[in-house]
Structures are given as C-alpha cells and as structure tokens.
Nanobody, 116 residues
Framework: VQLVDSGGDLVQPGGSLRLSCAAS????????MTWIRQAPGKGLEWVSM????????YYSDSVKGRFTISSTNDKNTLYLQMNDLKSEDTALYYC??????????WGQGTQVTVSS
C-alpha cells in the first residue's frame, strides 16, 4: 500500500483548502480511510474517516461542520475539504489506512498553516 498526501498550503483564517491522498495497493477490504493531524508540539489527533464498504463518514467534534471527507468511487483518491479554517487547524495532515483496529499505512504528510 502506498499513500501520497498533497494539497497543504498557507491559508488565511476563514479560508478553504482541499487535501488529497492518492492511494494504491488497496487490494483488501474492509478498511477505513482516515485523516490524522499533528499540530506543532502536540500529539496525533484523529480528524475524520470514511468506511471503504459503506462510505459512511465520521468526524471529530473539532472539525464537524467545517470539514468534509470524500473519495473517488474506486477509493484510489481520498479528499478532505476544509472550510472556515482556524489557526488551531494548523498541523501536518496525514492520510492513513485503518484496518482491524490498527493504522497500518501512512502517507508522508502535508503541511497546513492557517495564518494571517
């Protein structure tokens, strides 16, 4: 499995950004496609996930209503649309695959900085 994250950038508060994760080698099922972030000096924070079988989506309280997770039908690309960005959203964002309770595969991360 390979995951390549992209789309991070510097954006002003209130702005929007869309992250992408190109996935390959996902020959098994089921799994959850997830976004996880790490703010400077802090631990990992789960942000959102999408069920590969049902396409059900889940969000942390900190991003609910502002972020939207989605994917292409073939699940080869995962997206995170981020709206109304706040300074506390500044972090390194990772795409990861969760299977059988473990985050076994990670992208390299893409930096999102929210600042005026």
């Amino acid at each position: 499995v390979q995951l390549v994250d992209s789309g991070g950038d510097l954006v002003q508060p209130g702005g929007s950004l869309r992250l992408s994760c190109a996935a390959s080698g996902l020959t098994f099922s089921p799994y959850y496609m997830t976004w996880i972030r790490q703010a400077p000096g802090k631990g990992l924070e789960w942000v959102s996930m999408l069920d590969s079988d049902t396409s059900a989506t889940y969000y942390s309280d900190s991003v609910k209503g502002r972020f939207t997770i989605s994917s292409t039908n073939d699940k080869n690309t995962l997206y995170l649309q981020m709206n109304d960005l706040k300074s506390e959203d500044t972090a390194l964002y990772y795409c990861a695959i969760r299977r059988r309770g473990a985050f076994g595969w990670w992208g390299q991360g893409t930096q999102v900085t929210v600042s005026s």
